[in-house]
């Protein structure tokens, strides 16, 4: 008798019409396998789905080129389908879940024919953590087969878990023809179902990554008491071997992954990864917040990575393990066959195919060679500074939340929320200027409350509350800090040096939850004084630092403002709470 897995399987099957159906164990005999497939057989836009790079500098690694069309995340097209409007809230798209289904099963009908149907049985989280969850996604491409394999716990274990329960994530992907007008994503929480065809671009296509482990694992999250989060999780080691773990939420493109893997300048310190992208969070029995991280690989952006600003990922990039290593939509040094992007190591390569395949010119002006959101996909077990917590099945203890964003002015380097409830507040109104991770218009700001509005799988206003209700079930909540690399001076260079540097703040951080540093209270929260971080051997002058870390209450009505008729968007679902907040201005 069939399982119920197999019966959605052969039910899918029926509708997409595959030529063939292969089950995915999770071997690296089978990846190679389906490597080879995407090297002779599948192509997408005329390339063949993967290009083999140079196996002496880069091992195992293989370029990727997606359709001109198909680069980004597609916000506009991705819905989330609550039965009623007021659920899904003003921060989603919505669809009727009935209308939903009728509009994908026509684009679906027959959008795998010729094309092999890959089932990829895989496990959001240690097998063995309490939060982990089962999980199959169906996809007809080995981009995404071989993706999934990096970025989840993939493996016919998953099948034997599942067995004949109905307790499993469903996940239906298809590229179908890449017409984007015939491309959605749309998510049905209450059936923790994703479906998506049109694109095979990673937060698109892989499903356990946004679309699962954020979007519906908030509305899981809501319903059972945590928090899945758009959020690194890192700890910081000090010259006394004290390890303290913080989360950090930044918009994509931000500086997560620099973060996650930071190199410090501060001799004695140390960071550990333990993820780049995703948190769940829960509170322990202890009472205690506590985190995973439900992936187990890294997707980052490539333009400016080095070894400038983030040695360890290059390393990490280059370590030629068992698992593949993919690069998406960057350029082609065609004499090395190696990748290359704006911001790579080394000087300008002479014969350089841009990220469509075409040759391309350095001196033609604004021309770029790699996509601004061109990315790589590797194993976080390359990574040379992983945590040796990373597989522990509960997790580590979260002492510090951080939020941040991308803001030229205004926002102060880093400052202290007053307490929960006002880090709460302040973390709803974050405001961050757009990058390449999503279409849209670059530089634009748009509020990203917790940097979670493109993720969050329900009204933010329930989701507020959802904080604040968290809050309250733990004896001694985390401290809430808030950072902003990104002030720019009259000139409109960055004033603060990051990357390594970022340690002189993190460390005040920790200091401060162990209230072992100073700080000044302002009317936005506690900010610390110059003297209070650690500045020595760093070249910031005096009068640029204060200017980073200046509070000026006048410039912040514009910004108080527009927070409020973001508040008001979600009407009665707002939390009082936060409008007490609002109203102490």
């Known amino acids: 008798m069939a399982t119920p897995l197999e019966r959605w399987v052969e039910e899918q099957a029926g509708l997409a019409e595959p030529e063939s159906i292969y089950w995915c164990d999770g071997t690296e005999e089978e990846a190679r396998k389906i490597v080879e497939a995407g090297l002779t057989k599948e192509k997408i836009n005329g390339h063949s789905v993967f290009h083999e790079l140079n196996r002496s500098s880069f091992p195992g690694?293989?370029?990727?080129?997606?359709?001109?069309?198909?680069?980004?995340?597609?916000?506009?097209?991705?819905?989330?389908?609550?039965?009623?409007?007021?659920?899904?809230?003003?921060?989603?798209?919505?669809?009727?879940?009935?209308?939903?289904?009728?509009?994908?099963?026509?684009?679906?009908?027959?959008?795998?024919?010729?094309?092999?149907?890959?089932?990829?049985?895989?496990?959001?989280?240690?097998?063995?953590s309490p939060y982990a969850k089962a999980c199959v996604q169906l996809t007809d491409i080995s981009y995404v087969a071989v993706s999934m394999r990096i970025m989840t716990r993939l493996g016919k274990g998953?099948?034997?878990?599942?067995?004949?329960?109905?307790?499993?994530v469903r996940g239906f992907h298809s590229v179908g023809d890449l017409d984007p007008e015939k491309r959605f994503i749309m998510h049905f929480p209450d059936e923790n179902f994703v479906w998506s065809i049109g694109s095979g671009y990673g937060g698109n296509a892989l499903l356990g990554k946004k679309c699962f482990s954020l979007r519906i694992a908030s509305w899981l999250g809501?319903?059972?008491?945590?928090?899945?989060?758009?959020?690194?999780?890192?700890?910081?080691?000090?010259?006394?071997?004290?390890?303290?773990?913080?989360?950090a939420a930044l918009p994509s493109a931000c500086g997560k992954t620099n973060l996650a893997m930071l190199q410090p300048s501060i001799p004695g310190y140390k960071i550990w990864t333990v993820g780049d992208d995703i948190a769940w969070m829960n509170v322990g029995p202890d009472g205690r917040l506590w985190a995973i991280?439900?992936?187990?690989?890294?997707?980052?952006?490539?333009?400016?990575?080095?070894?400038?600003?983030?040695?360890?990922?290059?390393?990490?990039?280059?370590?030629?393990?068992?698992?593949?290593?993919?690069?998406?939509?960057?350029?082609?040094?065609a004499d090395r066959n190696e990748p290359w992007w704006e911001g790579r190591d080394g000087p300008v390569p002479e014969n350089v195919l841009d990220w469509q395949g075409r040759r391309w010119d350095h001196l033609q002006q604004d021309s770029k060679a790699a996509h601004p959101n061109s990315r790589f996909t590797a194993a976080i077990s390359q990574c040379p500074v992983v945590s040796r917590e990373f597989n522990n099945p509960k997790g580590v203890p979260i002492s510090a939340i951080i939020f941040g964003g991308r803001r030229t002015e205004l926002i102060p380097l880093v400052y202290e929320s007053f307490g929960w409830q006002h880090g709460v507040f302040s973390a709803a109104r974050m405001g961050s200027e757009t990058t390449a991770a999503a279409i849209h218009s670059i530089g634009a700001l748009r509020r990203d409350p917790m940097a979670m509005i493109p993720f969050c799988g329900y009204n933010m206003g329930d989701y507020f509350g959802h904080w604040l209700d968290i809050g309250k079930k733990m004896k001694d909540p985390p401290g809430i800090f808030f950072i902003n690399w990104f002030r720019r001076d009259e000139d409109g260079k960055f004033i603060w040096p990051g990357f390594g540097e970022n340690i002189r703040i993190l460390k005040w951080i920790i200091n401060r939850t162990n209230r072992k540093a100073g700080a000044r209270e302002t009317p936005i929260g506690l900010v610390p004084r110059p003297g209070d971080i650690d500045t020595r051997g760093l070249d910031v002058p005096a009068e640029k630092l204060e200017e980073l870390l200046e509070v000026n209450p006048g410039e912040w009505d514009r910004e108080t403002e527009d927070a409020g008729k973001f508040f008001e968007k979600f009407g009665d679902r707002m939390p009082a709470e936060l409008w007490e907040e609002f109203n102490k201005k």
């Open 61 to 128: 690694s293989y370029l990727h080129r997606s359709h001109p069309t198909d680069v980004a995340r597609t916000e506009h097209l991705t819905y989330v389908c609550h039965p009623d409007k007021v659920t899904a809230g003003p921060n989603n798209n919505w669809m009727p879940p009935l209308e939903a289904k009728e509009k994908l099963s026509r684009l679906s009908k027959g959008c795998m024919r010729g094309r092999t149907m890959y089932v990829l049985p895989y496990m959001m989280g240690h097998p063995d």
């Open 222 to 247: 809501l319903k059972e008491g945590w928090l899945a989060e758009h959020m690194i999780i890192i700890g910081i080691e000090d010259p006394e071997g004290r390890i303290t773990y913080v989360v």
């Open 293 to 333: 991280n439900p992936e187990t690989g890294l997707f980052g952006v490539a333009p400016g990575t080095s070894l400038k600003t983030n040695p360890n990922m290059v390393r990490t990039l280059k370590a030629g393990t068992f698992y593949p290593t993919l690069y998406t939509n960057t350029a082609l040094d």
């Open 158 to 168: 998953v099948v034997r878990k599942i067995g004949g329960s109905e307790n499993f």
